[in-house]
């Protein structure tokens, strides 16, 4: 097991390679159709994308919680 304080990073290494795995494999599908070279194609796609999505949800991740944590705020002032 891992330290909790990996938590933040763990979820961001899991959640943009899940997310950047669905997107690509969709978009390489769209482009290219079913093929032979199809898995090859998709899995070349995702690795250059994840390795740009990772960095990039590590570094909006606190950003998004700020703003969730206002609109949260904002919301339950407001009475709803």
Known sequence: MLPARFAPALFGLILSGLMSL???GISTI???????????????????????????VLLVAPI?????????????????
């Open 22 to 24: 669905v997107v690509f």
């Open 30 to 56: 769209r482009a290219s159709g079913p093929g032979a070279d199809l898995l090859k194609v998709w899995m070349g796609a995702w690795l250059m994308a994840w390795l740009i999505a990772l960095p990039l």
């Open 64 to 80: 998004t919680r700020r703003i969730v944590q206002r609109l949260v705020s904002t919301w339950a002032e407001a009475g709803h």
